[in-house]
């Protein structure tokens, strides 16, 4: 027996559900053209079933052309059928993209609704529906700074730049920065996102060793040695997927090794306000740091909102012509919206209620899961879940999509062939503790 389909919680007789496993098992590409299949008997005798649903499931498969029975032989999969996609109903629960988990007290439409309400009683919506500039105006930029200021100390306005969000600020640094062939070096685990801005620049991604602290730093000095890159890109605090934080001395020697070596670094850190501990890698080495410093994770995605933090005031312009070249310009009101939160501290109260809510909701894991099972940092909107060592976390989050519960495998974030057995769950996803909780005992029945 080398395929066993997996039927529980689908819906429908049990010869169908073989059928539906079937199909979605040649569409993820688990079963190839030309696979024999069990035979009639010994797959009934595995899912404690009478042969004759399996007789009647193989006779549908047939019919729907997945399938071919050679008299003699044995039944295979078609050769048509390794080109068939399925798509898959969503799941009940999608707990695949971060967001920031806020209680349902938080009355983020109210917050957002009354500060557009005051732009408009203050200047009207017409001037944010012109053209801007890119990287935000003095004003703009200069309560930014101030806002940052604490966590970059000596930050000026004309090093900061307001972007459209992060993901266009990686796009438009790695297509100024780097040009096409060359290598740019990251964790052997990364960002989706920046794996899809790697492809558009044209660029090669090269994964560097990591531990529960991040890259290791002789890795690092390695990687530089063998692929002679110029430019790095790290997310030192909550790294996603797995959590992981550098600690003091781990920042310093990864500055070290950076400073060296000559390199140039993005520093991806859309969590950086989500942890009042730590400290920037940008503070130990200004001059070769691009500091991207996201609100998405921590009060909206859809402010579209980043700060990029730059080595001087020429680099900003630099970037600014990359960002205006790509993206022309922030949305003008969200900006806005941002800005003024910054500004009147209604950006640090939410942060203050999403770390909350955070450990709330990592503490309802270690209620149901046990603490031994996952990773996480007190204050993370995600979580990275150790899976079986029998199943790869593609075949695991698969069978959690089965049941319900939409997930992200360690594949996704994999940078080589190498992908480790883990995935992983965004708290904030859930809509409420109640649905977090469903979704976290759909998990613990699987395990």
């Keep these: 027996m080398d395929w066993l389909p997996t039927i529980e919680g689908r819906r429908g007789p049990a010869y169908q559900r073989i059928v539906d496993a079937l199909a979605d098992d040649i ?50 999969v078609k050769a ?30 109210g917050r957002i609704g009354a500060t557009l309400a005051e732009i408009r009683r203050q200047s009207g919506f017409a001037p944010y529906l012109a053209y801007q500039r890119a990287g935000g105006s003095a004003a703009e930029r200069g309560v930014a700074a101030e806002w940052l200021r604490p966590r970059v100390p000596g930050l000026t306005s004309d090093r900061l730049l307001v972007a459209p969000g992060t993901q266009a600020t990686l796009a438009a640094l790695l297509l100024a920065l780097t040009q096409p062939g060359e290598t740019v070096l990251c964790e052997a685990l990364t960002y989706p ?17 990591m531990d529960d602290q991040g890259v290791l730093p002789k890795s690092l000095d390695r990687a530089c040695k063998r692929s002679g890159a110029s430019l790095v890109v790290l997310t030192p605090t909550m790294h996603n997927p797995t959590t992981a934080t550098m600690s003091p001395q ?9 400073a060296r070596r000559g390199l140039t670094l993005i520093e991806d850190d859309p969590y ?15 001059e070769r740091t691009y500091l991207a410093a996201s609100l998405s994770k921590c009060l909206a995605p859809g402010l579209r909102t980043s700060l990029l933090v730059t080595p001087d005031a020429d680099s900003a312009q630099r970037a600014s012509e990359a960002l205006r070249a790509t993206m022309q310009m922030s949305a003008p009101l969200m900006t806005a919206v941002a800005v003024r939160w910054m500004q009147y501290g209604g950006a640090s109260e939410i942060i203050g209620i999403v770390r909350e809510e955070a450990a709330a909701r990592q503490a309802l894991c270690r209620e149901v899961l046990g603490e031994a099972t996952f990773a996480a940092q007190p204050a993370s909107p995600h979580i990275w879940l ?14 959690l999509q089965r049941r319900g519960l939409g997930v992200m495998p360690g594949e996704a974030f994999a940078v080589s062939e190498t992908v480790p057995h883990g995935i992983r769950l965004a708290l904030g996803a859930a809509r409420s503790i109640r649905e977090l909780r469903a979704a976290f005992e759909i998990v613990s029945a699987s395990l």
Excluded at 91 to 107: C, K, R, T
Excluded at 193 to 209: F, Q, S, Y
Excluded at 272 to 286: G, K, N, R, S, Y
Excluded at 386 to 399: A, I, K, L
Aim: proline residues 7%; without cysteine.
């Design 27 to 76: 569409a993820a590409g688990r079963l190839h053209q030309g696979r024999r299949l069990p035979t009639h008997r010994a797959l009934a005798q595995a899912l404690d079933l009478d042969v004759t649903t399996v007789t009647r499931a193989y006779a549908e498969a047939g019919r729907q052309q997945l399938v071919e029975a050679r008299v003699g032989r044995g039944t295979f």
């Design 80 to 109: 048509e059928a390794a080109g068939l996609r399925r798509t898959a109903p969503p799941p009940a629960i999608d707990l695949s993209m971060i967001l920031p988990p806020l209680p349902e007290g938080a009355d983020l439409d």
């Design 193 to 209: 996102g920046l794996k899809a801005a790697a492809r558009v620049a044209r660029v090669t991604l090269d994964g560097i060793a």
């Design 250 to 258: 781990r920042r310093a020697d990864v500055a070290e090794v950076i």
């Design 272 to 286: 950086l306000f989500l942890d009042l501990a730590v400290q920037p890698l940008a503070t130990l080495i200004p």
């Design 386 to 399: 150790r899976t079986p060592s029998t199943w790869s976390s593609d075949q695991f989050s698969t069978m």
